[in-house]
């Protein structure tokens, strides 16, 4: 079955709201913690992940080191991550999450499962389940078209 051009104009609109909504919650569930959107990232992956290597973050998050090292000086600089050094190759650091930075993701996290309850209020109960499973093909469908060589992006 061929998809309609009117479809698609009308998924991208719908994608817009749902990227504007996104960006509202997780703004005002960050700003608590006076951190921003790559920071909070950051802190989530730590919080999963524990102590891991800067490496294995930039692979994780899809950013270069460069870019990450600057996100952690920050957020060393706000007493959120520690840095370890490899005590068998000092060439190789690790990073964690402090105290305060736990301390910052548990409220984060506090309350957006707080509000992502609060959302499933509004989504009938027998939709539930279909609505992850949809949200999981989406974000599979995203992941495999930004790697796809044939891929041109978009320009806005």
């Not at 504007?20 to 920071?39: D, F, G, M, P, Y």
């Not at 996290?109 to 989504?123: A, G, K």
Request: aromatic share 4%; with cysteine.
């Amino acid at each position: 079955m061929a998809i309609k051009m009117q479809d698609i104009q009308a998924f991208r609109g719908k994608l817009r709201v749902l990227e504007r909504e996104i960006e509202r919650s997780v703004l005002s569930q960050t700003k608590c913690c006076s951190v921003t959107l790559a920071q909070c990232h950051l802190m989530m992956e730590l919080d999963g992940k524990g102590e891991t290597s800067i490496k294995d973050l930039s692979k994780t998050l899809e950013l270069d080191k460069s870019t990450l090292s600057r996100t952690i000086d920050a957020m060393v600089n706000l007493d959120y991550i520690d840095r370890i050094i490899n005590p068998l190759d000092r060439r190789f650091m690790n990073i964690s999450l402090t105290q305060k930075g736990q301390e910052a993701t548990d409220s984060i996290n506090r309350m957006c499962n707080q509000y992502y309850l609060e959302l499933f209020h509004y989504v009938p109960e027998d939709k539930h389940q279909e609505l992850l499973e949809n949200i999981e093909i989406l974000v599979d469908a995203l992941l495999k078209l930004r790697k796809s060589v044939k891929n041109p992006g978009c320009c806005c």
